[in-house]
């Protein structure tokens, strides 16, 4: 098997403003909103540390300070626990912290879209491919949509796109790709379009917030122009690096939640809370109590 350069780090763009979720985040980032018990942010770290991640960059924002704060480690909190016995709340959060030097934090002083908060991160990913995931998409599924991805690389190398089937007629909605020769736990990606015309679309399948990139991308966004929205778009970017460099899909078989959205965010606390042993009957039976009193 050829020996493609190991996937080390990760970046999450996190300088958004939440502007979906006001007044909430007018003081609280929308990535440190809870889940169940943990920050959103929380659950996108855990997948890229499950898929064996060393390095987490984290392109903030201004008022985005508490992320930093919350993988930092918190002395007088676990001192606290400590004197009052609290030892398996304490062993759950170190075992969440980062190591030493894991975590880095670069800004992205201007809102110019996700192409640009990627770029933001070049000096710290340097020339070496990367991980991508959107803090906004939390995933749930046995084992980590990144962990699969990084099986399909260790065999084809290049870039990796996690997609997901939508239903049909909704194409329009979502960055679509092409399907073309099948592998061994994924399928050449023979072309991307950005929400596309109803009834042009290649395939159903579209992307869902998680990419193994090669470092190229970045000498593409530093010259890309602005696309939709006035922003540089990473799609746009990507488009040309397929023109030199081959694309691959992994199809993510799990629940995806947009916390972005107050509906997916909504769904993805029933859903972690469904799936927690120690909370899952009581969760239960209050729900189809105040279904059954709506």
């Known amino acids: 098997m050829t020996q493609h350069k190991r996937v080390r780090k990760a970046v999450f763009p996190v300088a958004g403003l939440g502007t979906r979720f006001?007044?909430?985040?007018?003081?609280?980032?929308?990535?440190?909103?809870?889940?169940?018990?943990?920050?959103?942010?929380?659950?996108?770290?855990?997948?890229?540390?499950?898929?064996g991640i060393e390095q987490l960059i984290f392109v903030t924002g201004r008022n985005k300070d508490v992320i930093?704060?919350?993988?930092?480690?918190q002395v007088e909190l676990y001192e606290t626990l400590q004197q009052r016995g609290k030892t398996?709340?304490?062993?759950?959060?170190?075992?969440?912290?980062p190591g030493a030097?894991?975590?880095?934090?670069?800004?992205?002083?201007?809102?110019?879209?996700?192409?640009?908060?990627v770029w933001c991160a070049r000096n710290i990913v340097g020339d070496e491919p990367f991980a991508l995931l959107l803090p906004d998409m939390v995933m749930q599924s046995e084992k980590s949509c990144l962990a699969g991805m990084m099986e399909l690389y260790e065999k084809t190398g290049g870039n990796i796109l996690s997609v997901e089937e939508c239903e049909p007629g909704e194409e329009h909605k979502y960055g679509i790709v092409g399907v073309g020769e099948e592998l061994d736990g994924g399928f050449r990606i023979t072309g991307m379009v950005e929400?596309?015309?109803?009834?042009?679309?290649?395939?159903?399948?579209?992307?869902?917030?998680?990419?193994?990139?090669?470092?190229?991308?970045?000498?593409?966004?530093?010259?890309?122009?602005?696309?939709?929205?006035?922003?540089?778009?990473?799609?746009?970017?990507?488009?040309?690096?397929?023109?030199?460099?081959?694309?691959?899909?992994?199809?993510?078989?799990?629940?995806?939640f947009d916390c972005?959205?107050?509906?997916?965010?909504?769904?993805?606390?029933?859903?972690?809370?469904?799936?927690?042993?120690?909370?899952?009957?009581?969760?239960?039976?209050?729900?189809?109590?105040?279904?059954?009193?709506?």
């Open 22 to 51: 006001l007044p909430a985040t007018k003081t609280v980032p929308k990535e440190m909103l809870t889940v169940v018990d943990k920050p959103v942010i929380q659950y996108v770290v855990d997948e890229a540390r499950e898929a």
């Open 68 to 73: 930093e704060d919350y993988f930092d480690a």
């Open 88 to 97: 398996e709340e304490l062993d759950r959060l170190k075992k969440l912290q």
């Open 101 to 117: 030097g894991q975590t880095s934090f670069t800004r992205q002083q201007d809102p110019l879209g996700l192409g640009h908060a």
């Open 195 to 256: 929400k596309p015309e109803k009834g042009t679309a290649p395939s159903n399948l579209f992307l869902d917030g998680r990419y193994i990139l090669q470092p190229e991308i970045f000498g593409l966004l530093e010259k890309q122009e602005t696309g939709a929205g006035g922003e540089i778009q990473i799609t746009d970017a990507m488009l040309r690096l397929a023109e030199t460099q081959s694309f691959a899909g992994y199809r993510f078989e799990g629940n995806t």
């Open 260 to 294: 972005g959205a107050k509906d997916g965010f909504i769904k993805a606390n029933v859903a972690f809370a469904l799936d927690r042993e120690d909370i899952r009957s009581k969760v239960e039976a209050d729900l189809r109590a105040l279904i059954s009193n709506s």
